[in-house]
């Protein structure tokens, strides 16, 4: 699997309909399908990327009026399926970004484009659950690679009109470690 695609629904229902279609549109496999805070609904596949793209696009059209954001990322990074599982393994805090969305699907692809962009570790992507149907990643390394990360993941979402904020904290207090995990 070298692409995931998601769709971010403002109803719960309209979620199964579209997580239907999606699986019926083309070869791929559900990696998540659930609701999120505040009723809103997020199905992600994964297959390969025309496989992917169908299923988006299919996805997308049986939940017409009720798609809030939607991704297809290709060649998706490694270190996204461990953040969003909350699995990932921190023995020393370095520098600390943060970005925070409105959306899910473009808090996730913005992720993928932080770690593409510069040498930095996922700590954590947070999928709107107790949010208020907000998202957000936090990652670590040197200043500057966390800062070009950051950057890079707020332009994601800034080009959307879905960012909250971001931060960086170039030498944060390591007790941060324990509330973040």
Do not use: W
């Amino acid at each position: 699997m070298n692409s995931i695609g998601l769709i971010e629904l403002s109803s719960i229902a309209a979620g199964y309909l579209v997580g239907d279609a999606m699986l019926k549109a083309a070869d791929v496999e559900m990696i998540l399908s659930r609701s999120i805070c505040s009723g809103k609904y997020i199905v992600m596949v994964g297959g390969d990327v025309a496989a992917v793209r169908a299923s988006v696009d299919a996805g997308t059209v049986s939940g017409t009026g009720m798609v809030i954001d939607t991704f297809v990322i290709p060649n998706v990074h490694k270190d996204v399926f461990p953040a969003i599982s909350g699995v990932t393994q921190v023995k020393m805090l370095e520098a600390l970004g943060i970005v925070e969305a409105f959306s899910v699907a473009s808090l996730i692809e913005a992720a993928d484009a932080a770690v593409k962009t510069a040498r930095v570790q996922l700590i954590e992507i947070r999928l709107a659950m107790a949010l208020g149907g907000k998202a957000f990643v936090t990652m670590t390394g040197d200043v500057a690679a966390v800062r070009s990360a950051v950057d890079s993941a707020a332009a994601v979402c800034s080009d959307r009109g879905l960012l909250v904020n971001k931060v960086v904290i170039p030498n944060p207090r390591k007790e941060l470690l324990n509330e973040i995990i």
